[in-house]
């Protein structure tokens, strides 16, 4: 015993000693691993290794920065932070590539520290070999979060009612038995010749189990025709095939591509449109392939999304061998998926302005194990994880409602102290039981008029 731990303390030791060599071999050339990751995370929307995408291959860029511009490590430093600022201070290699890009802007990064940087350039450096695309795994198929206790409570009542059935023809059976027992028994004959003569009296007696079967059957088909009743009109799961196929999975999953990005009208009104196909050129004039070594939806191939991005080309008119606009252009008419009747009034501003923090924090809450980071989220689950956007909710009135009751409003953001100067001392005072928690009900958010026309 005393043996194995002092063997045990060696081996710890020496995984200790390993450990840390390698660290600090890490930290003069940096982590490859960790590099790999931020180069996912934060430049393969216009990157890749080794071929143009949006800017130029970045494999061996060290050096080929040193022969092409005669710059150094350093240099590449100033310019992943901050591009702007290296060309604004006149440096002329600077000048010269983003002349040599037609004058694309690289995004700056101000949060990458050097060590992150140096793990970058370390990828680029010594990239791993390509793993195979990997399958889907199993996130595509969530949606939102509260997709699946709804499905969870229909299985739920399904298994329930089916073992209540099974039971009582379970007991059926034994009250059968105890009846022929009963029938087939002198003594208990001769004791109670009256009630046990016939089969007919027995039915008399037992008939009711017949009919309380019956009645269990009919409160099952009520139940599924009152939900059948209720979901008229509510299109949770809605998922329809669109004219090209434009996966969310992708672009805000794996490219990290922000939703306002091509949502951008969500933020000033009403509405929050579909981008048009001009957004789409802005990345994909340059990007006419699908680089498929990072995803691959099973069933899919390369061939298959690069068709799809032809299509980009044929509704703008694009001519990707020329490099020019032919000017015949046909519209892609996207399936609207989410639609309120006419006479409900819904802003997305009011969401995703003025209660995006207060609509974060209260959903986080309640979700622990399930946060999200971007307020669209709340209301349309994680869209970042789908290839084909669904309603993740169902859309209903209830469904606000039940959204207002229970969300804090954040009395503190710009909009509300404006809107709301005097109003919050008075809440606090009229609502004293909830300790001055002010929920969305509380400013106006059940009332038939801030929803209804
Ligand atoms: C929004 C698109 C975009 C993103 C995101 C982006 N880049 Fe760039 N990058 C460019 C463009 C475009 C150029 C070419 C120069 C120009 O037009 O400014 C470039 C040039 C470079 C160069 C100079 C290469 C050379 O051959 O001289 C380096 C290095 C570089 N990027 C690294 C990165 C790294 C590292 C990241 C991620 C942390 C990143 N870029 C993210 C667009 C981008
Ligand atoms: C690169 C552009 C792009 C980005 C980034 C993007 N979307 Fe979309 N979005 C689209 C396009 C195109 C459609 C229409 C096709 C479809 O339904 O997939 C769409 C459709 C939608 C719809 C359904 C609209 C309807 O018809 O009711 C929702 C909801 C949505 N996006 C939310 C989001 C959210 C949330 C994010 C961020 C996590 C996001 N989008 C990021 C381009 C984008
Ligand atoms: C900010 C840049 C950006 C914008 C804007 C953008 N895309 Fe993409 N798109 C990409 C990148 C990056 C890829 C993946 C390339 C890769 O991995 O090789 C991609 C891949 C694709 C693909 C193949 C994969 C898939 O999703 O099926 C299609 C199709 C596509 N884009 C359509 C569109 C459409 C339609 C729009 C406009 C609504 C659009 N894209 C807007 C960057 C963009
Ligand atoms: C409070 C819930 C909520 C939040 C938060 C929210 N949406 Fe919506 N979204 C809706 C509702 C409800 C509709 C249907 C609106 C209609 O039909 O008038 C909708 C519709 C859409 C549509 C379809 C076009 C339209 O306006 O009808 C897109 C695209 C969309 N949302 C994107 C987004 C994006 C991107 C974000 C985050 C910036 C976001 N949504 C945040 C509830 C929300
Ligand atoms: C995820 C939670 C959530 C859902 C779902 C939601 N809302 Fe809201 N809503 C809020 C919050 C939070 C505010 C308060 C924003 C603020 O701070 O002013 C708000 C405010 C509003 C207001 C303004 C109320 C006022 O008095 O100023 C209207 C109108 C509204 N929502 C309509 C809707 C409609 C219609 C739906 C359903 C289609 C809906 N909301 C679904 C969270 C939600
Ligand atoms: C927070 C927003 C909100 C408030 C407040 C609200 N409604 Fe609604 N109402 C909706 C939405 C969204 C729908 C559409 C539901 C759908 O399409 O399934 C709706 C639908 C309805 C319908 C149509 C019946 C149905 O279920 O489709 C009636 C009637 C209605 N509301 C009456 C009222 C009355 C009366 C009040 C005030 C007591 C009220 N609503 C307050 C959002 C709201």
Known sequence: MISWRKHYKKTLIA????????????????DPKNGEKLFKANCTACHALDKQVVGPPLKGVVERVKTEGGVDKDWL?????????????????????????????????????????????????????????KADDKTTSTTGATAAPADKTTTNVVIISLLAIAGLLVWILIKLRQLVTLGQSEELAGLNETRVRSFSEMYEKFHFIGKGLLAVLAILAAYGVWN??????????????????????IHAGEQKIDCQLCHSSAKYGKVSEIPSMNVCMNCHRTISEYNA?????????????????????AATGWDPAKQQYTGKTQPVE???IHNMPDFVYFNHSQHVIAGEQAIINSFNKKNPNNKIDVVCKACHGKIDTMNVVQ?????????????????????????????????????KKQYPQDGGKITVD?????????CHY
Not at 86 to 95: E, F, P, T
Request: charged share 25%; aromatic share 14%; proline share 5%.
């Open 334 to 336: 996207w399936t609207r």
């Open 15 to 30: 995984i200790g000693l390993l450990l840390s060599t390698s660290a600090s071999f890490y930290g003069q050339d940096g």
């Open 228 to 249: 059948w009743l209720m979901w008229i009109g509510v299109y949770k799961g809605y998922k329809p095939e669109q004219p090209i196929y434009f996966s969310h999975k």
């Open 77 to 133: 430093h100033k310019w992943i932070k901050d591009n702007k600022a290296l060309r604004a201070s006149g440096d002329k290699y600077a000048n010269e590539i983003f002349e040599k890009f037609n004058k694309t802007e690289m995004q700056v990064f101000p949060n990458l520290t050097d060590k992150d940087i140096d793990d970058i350039l370390a990828f680029t450096t010594n990239p791993p070999a390509p793993e195979p695309a």
């Open 293 to 313: 070594d990072h995803y691959m939806e099973p069933g899919k191939d390369k061939a298959f999304y690069d068709g799809e991005i032809q299509k980009i080309y």
């Open 442 to 450: 509380a400013i106006g958010g059940l009332e038939c008029g801030k």
């Open 391 to 427: 309603m993740a909710n169902d859309f209903t009135m209830g469904w606000c409602i039940e959204c207002h009751r229970t969300t804090e409003v954040d009395m503190n953001n710009g909009y509300n102290k404006e809107y709301f100067k005097n109003l919050h001392d008075k809440l």
